[in-house]
């Protein structure tokens, strides 16, 4: 038998306390929260009017840039400001035509203004914008098909997205169209994708993710004159996602507050913070906000469809953010910040305490006891094969046990939940596979007196064949396996930020 009744006993108690230390040492790792976000300010000078309303901005070669806007009286600012790296005084740099509430995005050390509204009403001209030392630089790109103002835009790839909007100042009906433009090929025009499901938007929060263009929030038009905001969140998705043949609108889960003209900013693989925005209708414009309190700070994760709090809450509408050189994220202009602030989203990594310790020193003691107990083995075909007298049961989890790894458990499951049960297919595999190998390889290798399948390549083939299979298998297990942990998807705070 593989083991006596009296050795079963000597390692069965080792064996238990095994299983059971990892369940109280999760529990006891996770009873302390941690923090998700931390807001604070930096010695980033203000910029002047800190109150400009419906600004564009982003971080441009290191420099903090701010474009246009308008007072509250709703006159447009024809001027930008412009921060260098460890600037202490904001440049003000004027502009032949200012411009509030234009779409925008940054790509590729360049900002996007996609329409908006000049001195005359909402205009359909796109600009691109870039730094020449202290100067900027402005190119046309193709307009857009109608005058716009208050949509939102994003990058995906090489294509800017530009959605929602109203097409003139007096227009009380927010539109649902959605458009592309491929930026390295722009000569080809402006592209009409499939509108927003469930209406028109104005001031939506638009972010672009691996294949996926986010559409949060925004103001809807109700009664002809008021805008009131929408806890609606609506993804695009311009590639099928792995498992699927599906392409277009899905909705996701609703904003936990309606909010209109707040910033989202994506962060890693599948994390988008929403800061500030307006939570209160407003009427006759959609590009008022109210008096209204602090908006909450709020964090989504796309894989698990959930929103969480992310932090203090915040009254800004409109800000601007970008990456300064020690990639710390930087948020500022807009109404009601007038200091910029640095937001970090620490990552949840828990230290070993002492229970994961003791887990530790008793698996490594329980394998070293199990070596020293099988100490008088004489041959390879006894410690490898237990003298081949292994029973059944014994077997069968070896045999389950060689096929399963991190992946099974953890990493098919998570992308079975975030996309569907294709995944499953594999593992559903596994089953015929065994009675396969137990009916049919098995035997085989069994008859063969082998010690692994390595020794039947040489009796087979020869030796050279042999050396060069347990090379890559070496290999494998020591470089492979080591890396299969990492594939499993992130969790909430594992994204890079």
């Known amino acids: 038998m593989f083991f006596s009744s009296s050795n079963r006993l000597s390692l069965t108690l080792p064996l238990i306390i095994a299983l059971f ?7 006891d790792s996770t009873s302390q929260p941690a923090q998700v976000s931390i807001i604070k300010s930096t010695n980033i000078p203000s910029p002047p009017s800190a109150d400009r309303m419906g600004s564009s ?19 447009i600012i024809n001027e930008s400001l412009i921060l260098p790296p460890n600037g202490t005084e904001w440049k003000h740099l004027p502009l032949q035509e200012g411009r509030a509430w234009a779409a925008s995005a940054v790509h590729q050390n360049t900002l996007i203004l996609a329409g908006g509204l000049l001195a005359n009403g909402p205009t359909s001209k796109v600009t691109r914008v870039s730094l020449d030392g202290q100067k900027l630089v402005f190119t046309e790109l193709p307009p857009l098909p109608k005058p716009l103002a208050g949509a939102g835009a994003a990058i995906a790839g090489e294509k800017l997205y530009v959605v929602g909007g109203i097409t003139s100042a007096n227009d009380q009906q927010a539109s649902s169209e959605m458009l592309s433009l491929d930026l390295a090929h722009p000569d080809q025009g402006w592209k009409q994708l499939a509108p927003l499901p469930a209406g028109g938007k104005v001031l939506p929060m638009v972010t672009g993710q691996y294949d996926m263009i986010e559409v949060i929030g925004g103001r809807e038009t109700t009664n002809g004159t008021n805008f009131i905001p929408s806890k609606e969140v609506w993804i695009y998705r311009y590639k099928p996602s792995e498992g699927t043949t599906s392409t277009g609108w899905s909705r996701s889960a609703d904003l936990p507050t309606a909010l209109a003209g707040a910033t989202a900013i994506p962060s890693g693989q599948a994390h988008i913070l929403v800061v500030g925005g307006d939570s209160f209708p407003v009427k006759g414009t959609p590009f008022a906000f109210s008096e209204a309190p602090n908006s909450p700070t709020l964090l989504f994760h796309i894989v698990t469809d959930a929103w969480i709090p992310a932090g203090q809450p915040l009254s800004l509408h409109g800000s601007a953010y970008g990456r300064d050189t020690a990639g710390n994220l930087i948020i500022f202009g807009g109404q009601g910040l007038h200091d910029p602030l640095q937001v970090s989203i620490p990552r949840t990594a828990r230290n070993l305490n002492w229970v994961d310790y003791l887990m530790i020193v008793i698996y490594f003691s329980f394998i070293g006891y199990i070596g020293y107990y099988f100490r008088k083995q004489k041959s390879a075909e006894e410690f490898s094969l237990g003298n081949r007298e292994t029973v059944w049961w014994a077997a069968g989890i070896s045999m389950f046990a060689t096929a399963a790894s991190a992946i099974s458990f953890m990493a098919v499951p998570a992308l079975a939940f975030a996309s569907n049960l294709v995944w499953l297919f594999p593992l559903v595999v596994f089953v015929p596979v065994y009675f396969f190998n137990t009916r049919i390889t098995y035997p085989i290798l069994r008859r063969l007196e082998i010690t692994s399948t390595f020794e039947y390549l040489e009796r087979r083939f020869n030796t050279e064949l042999r050396l060069i299979a347990s090379f890559i298998q070496i290999l494998f297990q020591t470089f492979g396996r080591d890396l299969e942990p990492y594939q499993v998807p992130c969790p909430q705070h594992c994204d890079k930020q």
């Open 57 to 75: 901005g982003g971080m441009l070669s290191d420099h903090l840039l701010l474009l246009g806007g308008s007072h509250d009286g709703g006159v």
């Open 21 to 27: 230390l990892p369940a109280v040492a999760l529990a």
